[in-house]
């Protein structure tokens, strides 16, 4: 499966955002999906993750309650609506796929799309 994430910007502190990560292949709804995001100098950190078919997802503490993630597996699509931004929130954003279980293990996804900047002014 190919991924390509978009959505990205620049955005006051406060403000909201909202990521999709549109895949490639007849096989999308075989695949959980995360996203992950990288800020300079940082270690890729978990964000949030959703299983097959939609019903179960999983964040990171630091975004629950500002992030939703979502599918679509009719469009092959994943959405990341982010709201509340902070400045820490700052990094790019990548989107992953594997093929079992909802993991907040990058180590564990096998495919990866470009990332997507995301920038929150103070």
């Known amino acids: 499966v190919q991924l390509q994430a978009y959505g990205g910007g620049l955005v006051q502190a406060g403000g909201s955002l909202r990521l999709s990560c549109a895949a490639s292949?007849?096989?999308?709804?075989?695949?959980?999906i995360g996203w992950f995001r990288q800020a300079p100098g940082k270690e890729r950190e978990f964000v949030a993750a959703?299983?097959?078919?939609?019903?179960?997802?999983h964040y990171a503490d630091s975004v629950k309650g500002r992030f939703t993630i979502s599918r679509d597996n009719a469009k092959s699509t994943v959405y990341l609506p982010m709201n509340s931004l902070k400045p820490e929130d700052t990094a790019v954003y990548y989107c992953?796929?594997?093929?079992?279980?909802?993991?907040?293990?990058?180590?564990?996804?096998?495919?990866w799309g470009q990332g997507t900047q995301v920038t929150v002014s103070s």
């Open positions: 292949g007849r096989t999308f709804s075989s695949y959980v």
């Open positions: 959703v299983s097959r078919n939609g019903e179960i997802a």
């Open positions: 992953a796929a594997l093929g079992n279980y909802v993991s907040a293990d990058p180590r564990q996804y096998d495919y």
